[in-house]
């Protein structure tokens, strides 16, 4: 062996013989020249009895060693996450607390001595489409695996969806909604999925009233029932082949009005989740006697159909095929053709696209929590495998650079729990109609911020997360891939980071700036309330200010612009408003009478970063027609087809 020093450790290498020679260990001894001489070690057992060396070595034949990793384990979720515990703390009041908190911890057990296995049985055994039978009869089987139908069984129990229905705990009902999907949502093999569109047709259900009330008077107690034997699923068939957030101009779905009042939908479904759904509601043109029907926004209606009909065949269904993803594996996807399935208007007709939005605003909340759920759960395993890998003659957490490194997902981890509670918070006073004007123009504008930051930074955490494990999390074996696979659909599901930032202009726009003048308002008042004599929590709170005050410059001198300009910088913008936001989330914690010093320092390290990329952007040019020109000009070089016309 040579001896090797880094990191202050003492390494030992072999060096393989030729393979007709005796095997021997060396070590290197240093003369007083600084010249190396090579030296026997010691010489194994077999050569100085005269018997085979290599069958005494310890990695010969059928003997492998004796080095193994230890598996990083899964404890009560809830319980091991103090700031969980503490956000929620100081956020809900005691008496409220006290009597979800139970809860919570019996449920953050069941997580990880239940649940996570079976999420992973769900990556492990997929969903299969069988579309004809043994005699050729076309019957479309989806097959789905014992693991995934007990989510489901376990998601009606827990009241995931239920939770916020029943209320009670009045507003803080979507609070504590939200903590115990935090849990669930990063070991339900995706499940999670399904809840988000059954939230959101629960809630479209909720708030919308009208000559569909006798489907309402099915589905909503489904939807939301704690009985698994009565609990329905719900998807929404939205996407089809023009693809996409466009749906005005990519929905080509016809229904066909019938005697008995209902219609039969005639379309392609391109790519439609949680194929195994009870119901779905769905996108579609209403065509009139004449077979005219109207393009565009005004031309979609919502309708409701259930997936089977009585007899339990599809409802005029044909499953296309199964959809080969990145991730999400354990869910189906499908694409699907609606050949006179059998559905029911539930909108006033045009006002589909209307009739989306309150389901947006639930599924991109789902998301969000999500994404956080998986930025959690990574660093739940990373910190209990860095307690028990050694590596350079230590445990790696005993490695300062490698702390470092967790240290800095967990900065991020907390900011956006804090992000997300804050928009259950109001999500909660919304549905129990104790909003404010003031905290509606903050759900308005954070919901596109929480989805679109909290989704970006899920990728960059789980990616993080695998380089803690070395190459183990590499090995689709450990489970631990399939965390990163899974990540990246949240940047794409229910809108794109550039979609999701133009909808925050949009937020802006349509209320002729009011939600922005909120915003401001709202970080103002959060500092203004906080009293502390820490130094540096003082200077993390003149960042804070001064990173609202340059926002505020940026909004002032872009509306002089030319009209694209805001729409370039949308994504900065947007990422701009997410990090001053979640600082001052951080700030008011940190400054909580209950908070530690380790608060106070998250609260820094967050503002160590550029908390408002924007202004660089616009001192820069980039969002002028000039730094648009050179955006296209690099992205074309040498490009031979069709140019942009921009």
Request: with cysteine.
């Amino acid at each position: 062996m040579f001896q090797l020093r880094i990191c202050g450790v003492r390494s030992w290498c072999r060096i393989a013989a030729h393979p007709a020679c005796p095997v021997h260990n060396f070590r290197s001894k240093s003369t007083a020249a600084s010249s190396t001489v090579v030296e026997p070690l010691m010489h194994t057992k077999g050569s100085s009895q005269g018997e085979d060396p290599v069958n005494t070595m310890p990695y010969s034949g059928a003997k492998r060693g004796s080095f193994t990793q230890v598996k990083p384990l899964l404890g009560n979720v809830f319980t091991e996450d103090g700031f969980l515990q503490a956000a929620l703390r100081r956020m809900v009041p005691k008496e409220i607390l006290d009597k979800f908190t139970p809860d919570l911890v019996r449920f953050g057990h069941r997580v990880a001595s239940e649940i996570e296995s079976l999420g992973r049985a769900c990556e492990e055994n997929p969903p299969k489409h069988q579309p004809y039978d043994a005699w050729g009869n076309r019957v479309d089987e989806l097959i789905t695996c014992d693991a995934w139908k007990r989510q489901k069984q376990i998601s009606a129990e827990e009241g995931i969806v239920a939770i916020p229905y029943e209320r009670s705990y009045g507003t803080w009902s979507r609070v504590y909604f939200a903590a115990k999907l935090l849990l669930y949502a990063p070991s339900s093999g995706l499940y999670s999925c399904p809840l988000a569109m059954t939230d959101g047709a629960a809630k479209f259900f909720q708030i919308h009233d009208g000559n569909w009330a006798a489907q309402k008077a099915k589905a909503f107690p489904r939807l939301t029932s704690r009985d698994p034997n009565t609990f329905w699923t719900s998807g929404q068939w939205m996407t089809e082949r023009g693809g996409g957030s466009d749906v005005a101009d990519g929905t080509d779905t016809r229904a066909i009005r019938q005697a008995d009042g209902s219609y039969k939908l005639y379309g392609y479904k391109w790519f439609s989740s949680a194929t195994d759904s009870d119901m779905t509601l769905t996108l579609a043109r209403i065509v009139d006697e004449s077979g005219e029907f109207t393009k565009g926004t005004r031309g979609l209606s919502m309708f409701y159909l259930e997936t089977k009909g009585a007899d339990g065949k599809l409802n005029g269904i044909e499953i296309h095929k199964l959809k080969d993803k990145l991730g999400t594996r354990q869910l189906p996807t499908a694409e699907l053709l609606l050949d006179g399935a059998v559905a029911h208007l539930v909108s006033e007709e045009g006002r589909g696209v209307a009739s989306i939005t309150p389901m947006l605003t639930i599924t991109r909340i789902h998301n969000s929590i999500a994404a956080v759920g998986g930025m959690r759960r990574m660093l739940h395993f990373a910190r209990d495998y860095a307690t028990k890998r050694t590596a350079f003659g230590k445990r790696i957490i005993d490695h300062p650079l490698h702390i470092q490194t967790l240290a800095r997902m967990e900065v991020e981890t907390r900011g956006s729990i804090l992000l997300i509670m804050e928009i259950a918070r109001l999500l909660g006073l919304e549905e129990n109609n104790l909003a404010t004007k003031h905290d509606m123009q903050m759900m308005r504008i954070l919901t596109p911020i929480t989805k679109l930051y909290t989704a970006k930074q899920s990728i960059s955490v789980a990616s993080e997360g695998l380089e803690s494990f070395g190459g183990q999390g590499y090995i689709e074996d450990t489970g631990l891939p399939s965390r990163l696979r899974d990540s990246q659909v949240l940047s794409i599901w229910e809108g794109t980071t550039n979609i999701l930032s133009l909808d925050v202009l949009r937020s802006i726009t349509k209320t002729k700036g009011e939600t922005l003048q909120a915003f401001f308002a709202d970080i103002q008042t959060r500092m203004d309330n906080i009293k502390t004599q820490d130094q540096l929590l003082i200077t993390t709170m003149k960042k804070i200010h001064q990173a609202k005050a340059d926002l505020m410059t940026f909004v002032q001198s872009a509306s002089t612009q030319e009209p694209r300009f805001m729409e370039v910088a949308a994504r900065d913008f947007a990422y701009s408003l997410a990090r001053t936001y979640i600082g001052a989330l951080l700030v008011e914690h940190a400054a909580w009478a209950e908070s530690s010093q380790v608060d106070v320092t998250v609260a820094s390290r967050w503002c160590e970063k550029d908390l408002c990329p924007v202004t660089l952007g616009s001192a820069a040019g980039s969002y002028k027609n000039d730094g648009i020109s050179h955006d296209m000009d690099m992205v074309m070089d040498g490009y031979v087809g069709n140019k942009s016309k921009l």
